[in-house]
């Protein structure tokens, strides 16, 4: 099942309404059961108290659930959950890993990291520097060589992997490749983040590491860049991403752990205000931003 997060009024029922896609593609407002599954963390709570899976405690709601008319492409769809903190992973594909040395006046460093078995991770953004579906991304207004990211996104709920997202590491190229310290300039500062359009459950995406993903760059309505890959050419698995993020490190109640990039735009490229960058992986769904200088 994946799951989305729209804005309540009639005919829905509440502030936020949680809608559940299923199968054959039927949508059904959880919100009309009850209030108390109004949001993924509700629903993540009540699987977890019920020692069950998200997916079966929305099944056995879905009898009583009202159906409604829902596209996929709506832009009142919001992000699907504000996590408390959304995390990062670096040089987790090789392509990464030469970009970064293509960037850096000390690539010896992404080499080191390609290779340890230790994996690259940072703090990407809190709930305020993160945007939604159809909102802008930031671009550094001190910054002369920005991109998106596209990235795999892993949904934890206490520390347990519940589901998956889609998700845009936007970075500031220029900035961290002058100095590797310089990172957090580089990847946190204001709408450096987007995470959508929903949550798809680990049963709907099955493996994680057999999924399709694409980028895609329109300015001025003409494409500009587009690419693709898949998450096979991961170099370091979610499972062994997770594990380090666990280790001694006490985890909010939800987060999104960002697990690297495979498409990276030539160095030609820069993105500029009015981009409109689209995301797609397999089996989860299309994120869509516009960007803006911040």
Not at 14 to 21: E, G, K, M, R, Y
Not at 35 to 62: G, K
Not at 227 to 242: I, K, N
């Amino acid at each position: 099942m994946r799951y989305y997060r729209l804005p309540g009024g009639e005919p829905r029922s509440s502030a936020d309404t949680l809608v559940v896609i299923d199968d054959d593609g039927t949508a059904y407002d959880l919100t009309s059961v009850s209030a108390d599954l109004s949001s993924f963390r509700a629903l993540a709570r009540a699987a977890n108290a019920n020692d069950t899976s998200i997916d079966t405690v929305a099944r056995n709601r879905l009898d009583d659930a009202d159906r409604i008319e829902f596209d996929d492409a709506d832009r009142n769809i919001r992000q699907p959950i504000v996590a408390d903190e959304v995390w990062a992973a670096g040089v987790t594909y090789r392509i990464s890993e030469e970009a970064r040395k293509a960037e850096s006046g000390k690539p010896e460093v992404y080499i080191d990291v390609y290779d340890s078995g230790r994996p690259e991770l940072f703090m990407k953004a809190t709930p305020s520097r993160t945007v939604g579906p159809w909102e802008n991304i930031g671009v550094r207004g001190d910054s002369e060589w920005d991109v998106p990211e596209p990235e795999l996104g892993i949904v934890l709920h206490r520390g347990e992997v519940v589901g998956y997202t889609v998700g845009n590491d936007v970075s500031s190229r220029d900035i961290e490749g002058e100095n590797p310290l310089f990172l957090p300039q580089a990847k946190v500062y204001d709408r450096c983040c987007a995470i959508g359009p929903c949550i798809a459950s680990s049963e709907t995406v099955g493996d994680p590491h057999d999924l399709s993903m694409s980028l895609s760059i329109r300015r001025d309505g003409e494409t500009v860049y587009e690419g693709s890959t898949t998450t096979r050419e991961m170099v370091t698995t979610c499972e062994e991403l997770v594990s380090y993020l666990r280790r001694h490190n006490s985890l909010p109640e939800t987060l999104v752990l960002l697990t690297g990039t495979a498409l990276v735009p030539p160095e030609s490229f820069t993105l500029t205000e009015g981009d409109e960058v689209i995301i797609d992986i397999d089996r989860i769904g299309r994120l869509v931003n516009g960007t803006v200088t911040v």
